[in-house]
């Protein structure tokens, strides 16, 4: 993916999950404050019933007992008027001391009969609390026990359906005005990401051009002393000034075929890419055998292990330079007169898992997730004597991204592994 736009990718992202942490909190603290107000309001208006002996008065004085309410004046479910009493559906039921029923009110409730009012009040019995609710067939009923001077008890029940259902309405509406929210931001943050970036791109840019220009006049300079070195040992033979020279032009060479290299990975795109289907095994053949007269030179062995089916389907050239990096690095940082494996086995059906291992005892502690950060090098493997820069494996997990081929690295049992997973043609 484009570098830069991943980069609006994840600042949409993470603008976003703020805006949603945000709502989220309000949406739910403003809900959450009107379920508590609304239980609350249902159990203040039976408590009212209870302490009038089961019945609602004509009208309903009642003095605010919720703190929003000490806020907000006048913040009330219900207003005082006459209607209230009638708004309210109910029935009450008072028990004697040996738990028998003595009278049965359901004159302000259609649902219940005395029979059917009875039984329900025998579910609010079982209840641990002293006052609740309790679902039935989608309806909210409250409850509330009160006991009495006699000994006895007064049972008070009270549809609050149309309370439950008032809040869960508000919820379901907020969820949707909150989901529309985002998306509105959404859509407005993707049309204005481009321009809060653009000085990062503009950056970015620059920096991609001096590397590229930096790199092709230095090409020059480096011809010339490289000329010049080769002419002094024509005339007075080689000598340690002289190889030191050409050595230090190979490695600045190197740098500059990797910075350009890394320029130009962030630049390319999908599109460029010239997938075809190959034998996989040729490829890491040939790649192979680039290297191993450089692994024979540092007495290291170098070994192959792929089946000749193998088939995959991606572009050959960055597949090599992904090769010729994790082969370069594998000799490089393998432990002395150890071995560098190149293995592909098939991990599933479809997949092809390609692996380039190398001994590495000390490398049990050592933090691989920062291994493909550019100019990274670790203190232990990446070290001085070590030729190189840190930006291999960062031109490796670009071209690999750039072929959606995951590139991991892990360590088991004194070995590197570096991964590549693929899918295999059938």
């Not at 006895?152 to 508000?170: K, N, P, W, Y």
């Amino acid at each position: 993916m484009n570098p830069i736009r991943k980069l609006r990718r994840r600042f949409i992202a993470l603008a976003t999950l703020a805006v949603c942490i945000i709502l989220i909190g309000a949406l739910g603290l403003i809900n959450g404050i009107g379920y508590y107000t609304m239980k609350n309001h249902c159990l203040d208006t039976m408590a009212f019933i209870s302490e009038n002996g089961g019945t609602m008065p004509s009208r309903y004085h009642r003095n605010p007992s919720l703190w929003i309410e000490d806020i907000l004046p006048g913040f009330t479910w219900a207003e005082d008027t006459p209607e209230f009493a009638f708004q309210t559906r109910y029935f009450s039921i008072h028990l004697n001391e040996n738990r028998e029923i003595t009278a049965v009110n359901v004159k302000n409730i259609y649902a219940f009969s005395e029979k059917q009012a009875v039984e329900f009040v025998k579910t609010a019995l079982r209840e641990d609390d002293v006052s609740g609710f309790i679902t039935k067939n989608k309806t909210h009923y409250g409850y509330m026990k009160t006991p009495l001077e006699d000994g006895g008890s007064l049972i008070v029940i009270m549809d609050c359906t149309r309370e439950f259902s008032d809040v869960h309405t508000f919820m379901s509406y907020s969820m949707w005005f909150g989901l529309l929210c985002v998306i509105l931001y959404v859509i407005i943050l993707a049309a204005l990401s481009k321009k809060a970036i653009e000085p990062f791109v503009r950056n970015a840019e620059n920096q991609k051009r001096f590397i590229t220009n930096a790199s092709h006049e230095l090409k020059t300079p480096l011809a010339i002393i490289s000329v010049n070195a080769e002419a002094m040992e024509m005339m007075e033979g080689k000598n340690e000034f002289t190889e030191g020279i050409r050595k230090q032009v190979r490695r600045m060479s190197g740098l500059i075929s990797h910075l350009i290299l890394l320029s130009k990975a962030g630049e390319s795109t999908k599109a460029e890419l010239k997938p075809e289907v190959f034998n996989l095994k040729d490829v890491l053949k040939r790649n192979v055998e680039e290297f191993d007269v450089l692994a024979q030179d540092q007495q290291k062995k170098l070994t192959l292990s792929c089946s000749e089916d193998f088939k995959v389907k991606t572009d050959e050239k960055f597949l090599s330079e992904i090769l010729h990096i994790l082969l370069d690095n594998g000799i490089k940082y393998c432990d002395d007169e150890g071995t560098i494996t190149v293995k592909a086995v098939r991990s599933n059906k479809k997949e092809i898992e390609l692996s380039v291992s190398n001994d590495y005892k000390d490398g049990k502690d050592v933090d691989y997730k920062r291994f493909f950060e550019r100019f990274y090098r670790n203190d232990e493997s990446h070290n001085s004597k070590k030729s190189g820069y840190g930006i291999g494996l960062s031109i490796a997990r670009e071209l690999s991204g750039l072929l959606s081929l995951p590139l991991n690295v892990s360590w088991k049992e004194g070995r590197i592994y570096f991964t590549l997973i693929i899918r295999e043609e059938t």
